[in-house]
């Protein structure tokens, strides 16, 4: 259907007054609600009553034209009638981006996919209403194909992003309304990639733990732990010599990584670089604040290198 539950409608829109966005995108608009609520809140509430006096730019993407009336085309900006799994990469950047009730309608991977680019072009919040858990089946309705239900999702999938939820009880299951600002720093979003990668990792999901772990490298190459545990996923992998890199490149950034000499210089040893691995254990050894433990290690390396 062209319109959602409303136990969710006045949180979102305290996020959204909250964040008082000069331009939005509604993603799979609808029936127009979130256009209707946007245009009221956003203009007409700041006396810009009249269509010629509006400011803030709402734009909508629909997969049915069917749903569009009179209503959401005096409503919006613009509309587009588009797949958003083809038009996300291509969209602009706006300053909140919504997207209630259409995840679930594409396949996990796809979800996901456009989760990531939506996310990326928006420049203050993205904001995902969506069913949570079983219960939700939902099959194709008046005539448009896009209405059945191709995926699950749980609060877990959104881990990767910074934000702040509500969950709200209904007879079919769970209903959720994720709040996902881009004002925490870096390193906040690299922390929540490595979360969603560590916990890809203990359910068996190695090749999406290496993914998060990779974005989130992207965003903070010198932070320890995402180094390490991105070296690790690469070795589960058999990729060592990718582990080697990524240890290269985080001491580039820090090089008070003491660990990831000793940790590179293992690698060196196993991809049969005796002499970089020797260099790097002879650096530990004599190398100023380094932990008295990572000294002594290194040291008994460099004994065993000399007496083999």
Known sequence: MPVSTSVHISHCLQWIIRLNPASVLDVGCGFGLWGFLCREYLDVMNERVQPASWRVRIDGIELFEPYILAHQKALYTSIQIADIRDV???????????????????????????????????????????????????????????????????????????????????????????????????????????????????????????????????????????ALFLADALIRTSDVAGAADVLTNALAVNPAFHYGYLALARIEL???????????????????????????????????????
């Open 88 to 226: 996300a990469p291509r969209v602009d950047e706006y300053d909140l981006i919504i997207t209630g009730d259409v995840i679930e309608h594409l396949d996990k991977s796809e979800g996901e996919a456009v989760l990531e680019t939506l996310y990326g072009k928006a420049r203050k919040a993205l904001l995902v209403n969506i069913p949570i858990g079983g219960g939700w089946d939902h099959p194709e309705r008046h005539g448009n194909p896009g209405e059945l239900h191709r995926s699950q999702w749980q609060v877990e999938d959104f881990l990767p992003y910074p934000c702040e939820y509500e969950l709200f009880g209904l007879p079919c299951g769970q209903y959720g309304a994720f709040f996902c600002p881009k004002e925490g720093s870096q390193d906040r979003r690299a922390e929540c990639l490595l979360t969603a990668a560590d916990r890809s990792l203990m359910h068996g999901n190695l090749p999406k733990a290496v993914r998060l772990a990779r974005e989130a490298f992207t965003l903070d190459r010198g932070k320890t732990e995402v």
């Open 270 to 308: 196993a991809l049969g670089r005796r002499s970089e691995a020797t260099a790097r254990f002879r650096a530990l050894a004599v190398m100023e604040g380094v932990d008295p433990e990572i000294r002594s290690v290194a040291e008994q390396e460099l004994a065993k290198l000399g007496s083999a």
